[in-house]
């Protein structure tokens, strides 16, 4: 288990954010985990744009395979029911669920892995299991949520996926991981990680909300006002990741909208959906990728390192 041992956090203290934010200096110097990681997320943002969750794309042999694996993890929630305990703590069910991950995470990547490149599965494996919220305090957030993006940016390092399952990744693939989320948050009542609560974008989740954007650019009639409108997220959810997002915290919280989800309602304000996108990813990058709480759990290998690399 070579790999899986090389695989590291590597920004233990305030100052070592450098060594991170380093990698974002042009492609011939650093060639290094920022910028693979911001590209993937990229590259991404561009392929969904203007494209609904229930258009036509390519699903193939590893994505299939993909979806099995998340079926296998939403099964085990089944089989892991939430034990009796006071409600207001997150449910000890989930330590059990988790240590299922945990044991089975390096035979469930090495399906999805070509033979080839096998010995990658340990350090691949590892942010699997780092994507599906902590077992100690029985919590998720943008740090697990970006852990899941660094292990489907491994698989595209090694290639096990391709190009042309850009769409497949998010709208299959991600889309299939958020639902196995939300049912993790529900099920055992996760705390949301390092939560800004009402000035957060969300509890959980920041991805889906930049991508689910990008899908919205140049729509003919919904409007960033429109989402706020129950109507509108009821008829347009499975076509939009924005909306289904939106969706679930109508579900998760009461009140008015302005009141627990202040910055999307700001959000709503804004004119276009391309300054939407925009927007978000600037917040992203200040809010999740440059504070150190979240970078401090991220763990760096030989895929994604913090070191530079000469082309």
């Not at 939403?74 to 044991?103: H, L, M």
């Not at 035979?107 to 494996?125: D, Q, W």
């Not at 579900?251 to 302005?258: D, L, N, R």
């Amino acid at each position: 288990n070579r790999e899986g041992q090389r695989i590291k956090k590597e920004i233990s203290m305030v100052p070592d954010m450098g060594k991170w934010k380093r990698s974002q200096v042009g492609p011939c110097m650093w060639l290094c985990a920022y910028a693979d990681y911001i590209g993937f997320i990229l590259t991404l943002n561009e392929g969904v744009k203007g494209k609904k969750l229930t258009c036509d794309y390519k699903v193939s042999e590893t994505v299939e395979k993909l979806l099995d694996l998340l079926e296998t993890l939403d099964r085990w929630i089944n089989e892991t029911p939430p034990v009796d305990q006071p409600s207001r703590f997150g449910n000890k069910a989930y330590r059990t669920w988790y240590v299922k991950v945990d044991q089975e995470a390096e035979a469930l990547v090495s399906t999805v892995v070509p033979a080839e490149k096998s010995a990658a599965v340990p350090e691949i494996a590892v942010y699997l299991k780092e994507s599906v919220g902590n077992s100690t305090r029985i919590d998720y957030g943008t740090g697990h949520e970006a852990a899941f993006a660094a292990f489907l940016c491994c698989l595209c390092k090694v290639g096990a996926l391709r190009v042309d399952d850009q769409l497949a990744i998010v709208f299959k693939v991600f889309d299939r991981y958020l639902a196995v989320m939300r049912k993790l948050q529900r099920t055992y009542r996760m705390e949301p990680a390092g939560s800004q609560g009402v000035w957060g974008l969300d509890d959980f989740q920041f991805l889906p909300f930049i991508w689910g954007s990008s899908q919205f650019i140049d729509h003919p009639t919904i409007e960033p006002h429109h989402f706020i409108d129950e109507k509108v997220v009821n008829e347009h959810h499975q076509d939009y990741m924005f909306l289904e997002c939106i969706k679930f915290i109508n579900e998760m919280k009461t009140g008015p909208f302005a009141e627990h989800s202040n910055q999307l309602w700001n959000i709503s304000a804004v004119p276009s959906w391309s300054k939407v996108n925009q927007g978000l990813i600037r917040m992203y990058k200040a809010e999740c990728l440059e504070k150190f709480p979240v970078i401090q759990h991220f763990r760096f290998g030989s895929l994604l390192s913090i070191q530079p690399v000469n082309p």
